[in-house]
């Protein structure tokens, strides 16, 4: 019998365990894809405008 092992990051156990940059990236990943379904334009700006970064 075989053992399956799966590399998780701290963001996939909890988005509290994850490091602030963690956070961010996810965030903009889910946000860049919400907004490719939705057929908008992903832009470097569009993103950080959304995600309150000073640009």
């Known amino acids: 019998m075989g053992v399956k092992i799966e590399k998780l990051t701290a963001f996939d156990l909890t988005p509290d365990a994850a490091t602030r940059s963690d956070r961010d990236t996810r965030k903009a990943i889910e946000l860049a894809m919400r907004w490719v379904r939705i057929g908008l334009k992903v832009t470097q700006e569009g993103l950080a ?7």
Do not use: D
């Open 49 to 55: 405008q959304e995600m309150g970064c000073r640009v």
